[in-house]
């Protein structure tokens, strides 16, 4: 304030001022109980996630517990069953015989494509295989069974999806 004022005018600007801050504080106080409201809202919905997350996760625990215990037995005897099996990875048609090998166990119904069936031949005789499979190559040879009617298209490919299959019902 400048000291040319008079007292009237210097008591009429501190009634302004005074006025601005009352209404700024009871604006304040206003968005403090709203802001309130919502943090007690967020603290129990906070709340709710922790204790739903914390059961999930130790029935998940749980469930993982009685499956490490099934899994490696499959695999083991998977894994013995297969490795006498001989494998062919050269010449002519071998990974149409792999792929022959990997759809014969399947039952009519059972979908799939020829990344998964690469996937089993890999686990069944990869470290038999002396080259990779191409998959192009595993996705054409399954291409022409199903235009010759040796599997059924369930779903044909697109660019982000690939091409499903199935063995032919027996009739």
Sequence with gaps: MSSNMSVAEM?????KKI??????????????????????????EHRKAVERFEALSAASSAAGELLADVKPAASRFASERFASEKV????????????????????????????ALIGEIQERWGSKL??????????GTLRRWAMAGRID????GTSHHETLYTKPRKN
């Design 130 to 139: 002396r080259h990779e499979i191409d998959l192009r190559s595993a996705q």
């Design 88 to 115: 062919a990875s050269g010449g002519w048609h071998w990974i149409a015989k792999l792929l022959e090998r990997a759809i014969e166990p399947k039952e009519p119904g059972e979908v799939f494509g020829a990344k």
């Design 11 to 15: 008591l009429a600007h501190l009634q």
């Design 153 to 156: 298209v369930v779903r044909p």
């Design 19 to 44: 006025a601005y801050h009352k209404e700024q504080q009871d604006a304040y106080a206003k968005q403090e109980a709203l802001f309130a409201e919502k943090r007690a809202l967020h603290e129990a």
